[in-house]
């Protein structure tokens, strides 16, 4: 046979000879994946970030040759090395299954590998809404009712099975002891309560939403403050003044009434709300404050 012709046939065979086979079967016995949802085998809740991940029993070497979930919509992950993790969102209650095929070696000794399939399921609930509870100041006396500090908070726990959607904090407050009117001015802010969501917001989602105008450092008006003391609560503080230094030399005290309408929405709805109009003055370095209107209705 010419020497040409060989080459021809040994290029034509070598790819052939060269193509994976596919892993066989595991032999029965062999341990299925194992699947968890952030770090657990439990019920996941709608609107949270879920952290789907498959593993083999005994093979830390294993590895997905196919990994899938049903039931969530797939989210953008960083983890692009990690086969073995997905990530996703549940917008609706239901059923979250996920199933794999993986490539596990269960004779470490002799190096052959081989194809194991399994599957769970976990149950998807309906999320929670955020519970939202008014702190007020802590009290020093009863009569008259003096107050340690003039800060109102709206406190919203944010536990492990409550709505992740994003919430907005809306604030309107006048120099005036009456309920703000539709004409005052309003100012709001959105907290992203989920790594993945991208808040449209030049400022950060914490911090001042509505300050005062001051008299040296003494505020005139109300200031409302946005901030997480921990992980799983977000507050929002709002603060009354106790009057100002007035006069030609500033010896006598202005009065300071106030304003306020604080809401918290989420998905369009109110969640938290707390409406007060009144004024504080201040006693030492305690407060007697007094209101027309105090109520945290949401209507």
């Known amino acids: 046979m010419p020497a040409a012709l060989l080459v021809v046939l040994a290029l034509a065979v070598a790819p052939g000879a060269a193509a994976q086979i596919p892993d066989p079967p595991c032999p029965a016995g062999t341990p299925s994946p194992v699947f968890t949802v952030n770090g657990k085998a439990v019920p996941v809740y709608t609107t949270n970030e879920l952290t789907v991940r498959v593993r083999q029993p005994g093979d830390s070497s294993a590895y997905p040759l196919s990994f899938e979930i049903s039931g969530a919509r797939l989210m953008p992950s960083d983890d692009e090395g990690d086969s073995n993790t997905l990530h996703a969102i549940a917008d609706v209650p239901g059923t979250l299954t996920a199933s794999a095929v993986m490539t596990t070696y269960p004779d470490q000794g002799s ?89 449209e917001d030049d400022e950060s989602d914490q911090g001042q939403l509505i300050s005062s105008p001051r008299v040296n450092t003494w505020p005139k008006g109300a200031q409302v403050d946005v901030f997480s003391k921990t992980a799983r609560t977000l507050i929002v503080q709002t603060t009354l003044p106790s009057g100002y230094p007035s006069g030609p030399r500033g010896l006598t005290r202005a009065k300071s009434p106030v304003g306020v309408d604080v809401r918290i929405l989420q998905s369009g709805r109110a969640i938290g709300r707390l409406r007060l109009a009144g004024r504080c003055e201040g006693r030492g370095q305690f407060y007697l404050c007094r209101f027309k209107t105090f109520t945290t209705k949401l209507k």
């Open 111 to 199: 190096g052959e590998s081989c194809t194991v399939s399994g599957s769970a399921t976990f149950e998807i609930k309906q999320a929670t809404v955020p519970v939202v509870t008014l702190r007020r100041p802590r009290p020093l006396l009863s009569d008259p009712p003096l107050l340690w500090d003039s800060e109102w908070r709206l406190v919203v726990a944010l536990g492990p099975t409550v709505d992740r959607s994003p919430l907005t904090v809306e604030a309107r407050a006048i120099r005036r002891a009456k309920l703000p009117g539709k004409g005052a001015k309003r100012k709001t802010r959105t907290i992203a309560l989920r790594a993945s969501d991208q808040v």
